[in-house]
């Protein structure tokens, strides 16, 4: 409005200035410039309208395309977890894993596709506003029409996978042929989801129902028309009809064809899939052969059975005999009859596969009692190794045909008793020797019961033990000739049952595991790892390389097992191929009273390899000084104890574990030369040397060091106790030379010892450890408290000796000396006291010198004094230090050392001696 008015005014007052009238002609110019104006505005207006209106068909077809591509993800998703007949047949790893799942789950089929409720969401409200420019109107409503046509296509999802879950049946009312090809659909894909180990059919003598009999499932005939899927639990009905009034009433999905599609119970509208009869014939057979792959259904069309009671394998094992020779135990039941399995004829060794729940120990159970139902344990006997706890084989044990049960419970008793085999092994040979007989095989009777190791979850013993692969190796390869028969159990058969041992295992039992490659491993297919969960004890057999078989494990209950126990109540034991461990308390007559080829009997060695338990003698001629370590309460002073104890020709000296005391035993064995035979007992010697007072430690270590280097050479020996090698232990152990290593409070600590990591043991008992590389027990004896001896002393008589004193507390010292000595002068000088009285040191009673005493700063004041005096006296120092007594002896020896706290007397002789000193 201004810009058309302001040309009008400043026109007009131009004329009225100039009085031209060509100023007029400005006047015209407003509404000019206001009509361009509007043109002007109109135009951009209709230009925006058309970019925006392009921008915004871009935007809805891209939002378009998301919604479809989500709508198609979605459906992907949906129907992956309920696929159709065709999907599963296209996916046979699908089928295997529905026929794993649990029987009692929900089912769930797909009913065919329709329209439902998308997931994805719409946000409702659209800003802007649309100008009044010709066609703006249609425009706006052309915007709106797109946005509710976006809406209903992000809130439907159409052409969708409708499923319903089924518990009674499903009924489909319609024309007949196609109701038949719904059913048919239906009916594939149900077999295709319930596996045939668990469901069979009931089907009717129809033409019609024809393909069902290709079908893996067992089928037998039924009077009604419908199609019915049977397990234990529960049943599934497909029923057609012509009307939904003429289906049955427990029907809980029901589908009505009718011309313009189908209406569910729920109003939905379905279009249902359809398959014929050549279709549906097809699909029936790929799951067949899916079945007998994975040996579910045999090739011969018979079903395995779904549970096999172990009285009834008995029963045929006793018809077919298989119980007279050899080995043989039938232990399940296959597509063609019963499984018998012969270590004796088909082995010598087995591997067996098979994750958690899969029905391994229920095999295991069977096996043994078939082997052991009739044949007395003169003929088999039973070691059962279990690294699960020991609750597989625990109702076993009451058999007298075992000989043990080995459980990761026990750390130590395992590693002895298995590596007891390896004797066994040379027994066996050496009773095949003497009746000159290569294989046990040739004996008429045997001179030995088979031996039959059966190891449950053989993986986790390599862990624990990695060196018995050595030993299992060897009984692998020898064990055929000598009657020892391996059964290895494991989850995980991949990479843990070496070449060494598969070589000569031909036997191969798998039930389900968990990946293609365990069972590759073992039976040479993946069938095993399609076995379906359920029912547990499904397996499969390998002999010699062939074919894998289906069968079922025998499952047998606490009553049979005692039937087998009570059959051979009476039968005696057979010999164990292992001696009892070692008690926790031996006495030292059950070691041996007598001495050993000049040793010392002192403990009782377990020798598992050689089948024997003999005494363990410490020979110090050959052995050398012997280092004991243990922690607090490893019997480490019971050790001290039974050598002392023990019988002997050696002089045994134990030695109070006081410091005064080992320095005198270490000085004496230093300096003997004599050429005696004894042996020294030196308790926590590692607690004396650290509690050595300033000065002494050193000292110590290096008298240690001389007396295990070169006590021998003069005829005596060292046995000392530590806790620890830690610190100066660590360099005298060297010079040791034998050890025995009690209870260690800590792995580390053990190996830091010198133990290996795998004898560890934490909970040994008192007087348990390793020496000489084999585990002992040492005898019991008393253990009494060394009485400390009386440290070696100078005897000193203040009556008649002349003494000069030097003392940390001259008075009390005086006062002592003039007690003992009540005839003799004594005086007391200061640092100033021979300037002033110079006569004291010449006045005497009795003939006796005055007896000075004086602290060690006096006599440092008079040092002069003091040397003259030392020449002919005897020296005191009462109470000084270390270092005020090197400083008034000029001498670097260390006088002997004093117990803890007790205050220091030391005498130096007029020849220089150093020693204790006591005053009488």
Known sequence: MIATIAPLVVSFVLFAVTRSAFTLVFAALGPVVAAASSADAALQRRRANRRESRRFAAEADRVGAAIDAAHAVERQTVGAAVPTAGEFIEQPELIAQRWRDDPARDITVRLGVGTVPSSLGYNEGVSGSWRATPGGEAAGEAIHGTLARLRDQALSLHDAPISSVVRSGIGIAGRSRAAEAAARALILQLAATLSPADWSLTIPDTAVAQWLRR?????????????????????LSVVTARSVAALPRDLDVVLDLRADGVVLHDGRIVRPGLLGVEQAAAGAAVLADLADGLGIRPAGGSSVPISVDYREVQNAARDRTVASAGLAAVVGISATGPIALDLAADGPHAVVGGTTGSGKSELLLSWVLGMAADRPPTAVTFLFV??????????LLGLPHSVGLLTDLDSEQPLRALASLAAELRHRERELGVRELRSVDQANPPPFPRLVVIVDEYAALLETFPSLHVLFTDIAARGRSLGVHLVLCTQRPTGVVRDGILANCPMRVSLRVTSAADSTAVVGTDAAAELPARPAGRALLSLGGGSPVLFQVARCDPADIALVVERWAGAPRPRAPWLPPLKRRISLSEVGAGESDGGIAFALADLPDEQAQRPAVYRPQEQGSLLVVGAAGSGKSGTLAAIAAAHSQFDVLRVASSLPCVWDALTAIVADAAGSRRVVLFDDLDAVIAGCPDGYQSALIDLV????????????????????????????????????LLRMPSRAEHVLAGGEPSSFVPELPPGAGHWR???????????????????????????????????????RFASLLRELAPDRRIVVIGPIGLRDHPDDLTVSRG?????????????????????????DSTVLFDGVSLAEFRALTRSRDLPPPFAGRERALWVQTPDKTLGRARLR
Not at 215 to 234: K, M, N, Q, V
Not at 386 to 395: L, Q
Not at 725 to 739: E, K, N, P, V
Not at 850 to 863: E, G, K, L, M, R
């Open 705 to 740: 060091a001389r007396a295990l280097r070169e006590g021998p050479a003069t005829g005596s020996w060292c046995v000392v106790a530590a806790q620890r090698l830690g610190g100066a232990m660590h360099s005298l152990s060297a010079l040791c030379g034998s050890s025995l």
């Open 386 to 395: 279990d690294f699960k706890g020991g609750a597989s084989f625990g109702s």
């Open 215 to 235: 079908l893996p499932h067992a089928t037998t005939p039924a009077e009604s028309t419908g199609i019915r899927f049977r397990s234990e639990a529960r049943a």
């Open 773 to 811: 590389e084999k585990r002992i027990q040492v005898a019991v004896a008393p253990v009494r408290d060394v009485a400390a001896a009386d440290p070696r002393e100078i005897i000193i008589d203040p009556t008649s000796a002349s003494i000069v004193a030097v003392s940390a507390n001259p008075e």
């Open 847 to 871: 003939g006796l010198p005055t007896i000075v005493v004086a602290d060690p700063d006096s006599w440092q004041s008079h040092w002069t004094t003091f040397g003259s005096l030392q020449r």
